[in-house]
């Protein structure tokens, strides 16, 4: 299994970004996807999860309404469309699949 995150970087408040996770080594058109954040000094915090066919979405109440989460069968890859974004949203984010995880990309919000 193998996950690899991509587009963070530095935002003003108020701006957006789109991550990306690349997935291979599995069967991605039938699992379960999720992205998770760990803040500097705190733990791993859940973002949002997406059904495998992509019917289905829950998010943290920290981001609902400004995180979208979504996923592409055809290119093995789930997306993190991250607006409206604020300091405490400064992580860094991960996504995951069962028990395995990418080495995560880092998003920082800051003026």
């Known amino acids: 299994v193998q996950l690899v995150e991509s587009g963070g970087g530095l935002v003003q408040p108020g701006g957006s970004l789109r991550l990306s996770c690349a997935a291979s080594g599995f069967t991605f058109s039938r699992a379960d996807m999720r992205w998770f954040r760990q803040a500097p000094g705190k733990e791993r915090e859940f973002v949002a999860r997406?059904?495998?066919?992509?019917?289905?979405?829950y998010y943290a109440d920290s981001v609902k309404g400004r995180f979208t989460i979504s996923r592409d069968n055809a290119k093995n890859t789930v997306y993190l469309q991250m607006n409206s974004l604020k300091p405490e949203d400064t992580a860094v984010y991960y996504c995951?699949?069962?028990?395995?995880w990418g080495q995560g990309t880092q998003v920082t919000v800051s003026s």
């Open positions: 997406i059904s495998w066919n992509a019917v289905s979405t």
């Open positions: 995951g699949y069962a028990a395995y």
